[in-house]
């Protein structure tokens, strides 16, 4: 098993900064995909950046070039740094995890673990 906890969501004013991190504990050698998730109220979840094993990252186009998603050497915590924040950014922002390696257009089934969220507001 793999637990997951997000930190670092807030309040922050249009075009500032957040950094999210994502801990994981448990079994995380076991874990290969990884990924950034958000649910804005009213909306269904969608992908933001995932991470493979081997450090390739994919974003959706609504992010590139102002988030960045990483992890630490360990692989036992993944960061999302978003800059240049907007208020169609403002949604819970979920981590997960898989054992499967990334798959273009696998979708949420190739998450086995979840974090609990943590809440991002962007004000204009």
């Known amino acids: 098993q793999v637990q997951l906890r997000e930190s670092g969501g807030g309040s922050v004013q249009s075009g500032g900064s957040l950094r999210l991190s994502c801990t994981a504990s448990g079994y995380t050698y076991s874990t290969y995909c990884k990924g950034w998730f958000r649910q804005a109220p009213g909306k269904e979840r969608e992908a933001v950046a995932t991470?493979?094993?081997?450090?390739?990252?994919t974003y959706a186009d609504s992010v590139k070039g102002r988030f960045t998603i990483s992890e630490d050497n360990a692989k036992t915590t993944l960061y999302l740094q978003m800059n240049s924040l907007k208020p169609e950014d403002t949604a819970m922002y979920y981590c997960?995890?898989?054992?499967?390696?990334?798959?273009?257009?696998?979708?949420?089934?190739?998450?086995?673990?979840w974090g609990q969220g943590t809440q991002v507001t962007v004000s204009s």
């Open positions: 991470i493979d094993s081997d450090g390739s990252t």
């Open positions: 997960a995890a898989g054992h499967r390696y990334c798959e273009a257009g696998a979708g949420e089934g190739l998450y086995n673990y």
